[in-house]
């Protein structure tokens, strides 16, 4: 009897580091054994391994605990975990999406995009910082206006060309992963700013003064994704505090995950903290149902959302690959499980419903 296969599209990184029995931030083991469980037989490729003339992939099977070469059918469902910006796989993604269903396919990763579609709902503003595209203008009345603002790239992941800029008294301050400037004057600092973001489109996004732990800022990692009832469900929520030196949560550049209830609880009255965690769902779930309507393959969302001393929620950005690994590193098994889990078991149905 034949097992249906259930496909996992991975980067090329992670597929080499993990033939060499390298860990990355997928854990590969646990597609396959989910998938076992759903009954289904997991298999692993990158868009460039998929031959359109013969309906095959030149893939992988898990075996021995590593990626062992073999060639299947093309799936009927595919989970896409592949973040690229090359125009070509990004044909082939697209050309796969005609013949299989392909679920987070290609999606936006433009956050000013983001933006506008969140912005433009009243019922979600409140929820969004203002922001702005990179302009002179708008980024001086940004800094004028705020005490601290972001600038971003438009696309971008894991805190890479993030930058937080301070205004205190007269002295303007400028943190990111690498670099720590300071300028007496604006005009200095306009000038540094445009040579450093050199002709990539960036935002400028409002600072909002967030809860602090241990003295330090925090934004709360939500994995959000579709269930077997095809339901936005929330897998795990996790504490993220920033790395004191650039002010930065990723943890790709040296921030920290912490239990959210530890932190939560530290900051806020017991009574107080199921209002709190509720009304952050809330805005989660508002945020994700608005986007669907414009990405209708979306399924599994990193949201990173922040919570003012007020203890209501904000939209930081959106994370259409979330890597999951911050529940690992703040002890949150369960919640690492089963952010797997769930679109596994979404993944399932749509192959039911496709049979």
């Not at 469902?77 to 973040?83: D, E």
């Not at 800022?217 to 939500?222: E, I, K, N, S």
Request: charged content about 25%; glycine content about 6%.
């Amino acid at each position: 009897m034949n097992v249906e296969k259930i496909g996992i599209m991975l980067d090329k990184k992670v597929i080499s580091l993990n033939r060499r029995r390298r860990h990355t931030y997928e854990r590969l083991a646990f597609y396959v054994e989910i998938g076992a469980r759903l009954g289904l037989e997991t298999v692993f490729f990158h868009a460039d391994q998929i031959n359109f003339a013969t309906n095959k992939i030149k893939g992988y099977v898990w075996r021995d605990k590593k990626l062992v070469p073999s060639t299947f059918i093309i799936p009927k469902v595919i989970h896409n975990r592949l973040l690229s910006g090359k125009k070509a796989t990004i044909f082939r993604i697209k050309k796969l999406e005609k013949i299989s269903q392909v679920y987070n396919g290609i999606v936006t990763r433009n956050k000013w995009r983001v933006h506008k579609r969140l912005w433009g709902q009243d019922n979600l503003r409140h929820y969004i910082p203002e922001t702005k595209l990179f302009r002179k203008q708008a980024f001086t009345d940004m800094l004028n206006k705020y005490s601290f603002i972001y600038i971003k790239p438009v696309v971008g992941s894991v805190g890479i060309g993030v930058a937080r800029i301070e205004r205190k008294a007269e002295e303007y301050f400028f943190y990111s992963s690498q670099t720590k400037e300071s300028f007496q004057h604006v005009e200095e600092l306009v000038q540094f700013v445009e040579n450093w973001i050199k002709n990539k489109t960036y935002i400028i996004q409002q600072g909002i003064p967030l809860c602090k732990y241990q003295d330090r800022t925090f934004d709360v990692r939500v994995s959000i994704q579709k269930n077997q009832l095809h339901e936005w469900k929330i897998s795990g929520m996790v504490a993220k505090l920033e790395n004191p030196t650039n002010k930065l949560s990723n943890l790709a550049q040296g921030g920290r995950a912490e239990q959210l209830e530890t932190v939560l609880a530290s900051l806020f009255a017991t009574q107080s903290i199921p209002v709190i965690v509720n009304r952050l769902k809330a805005a989660c779930f508002a945020i994700v149902e608005e986007l669907e309507q414009h990405e209708t393959s979306l399924a599994d969302l990193g949201l990173d959302m922040g919570i003012d001393r007020s203890g209501l929620p904000y939209f930081i950005e959106a994370n259409v690959r979330d890597q999951r690994y911050s529940f690992f590193k703040a002890g949150e098994k369960a919640m690492f499980y089963q952010s797997y889990k769930t679109p596994l078991e979404y993944g399932a149905t749509l192959y039911k419903k496709k049979k």
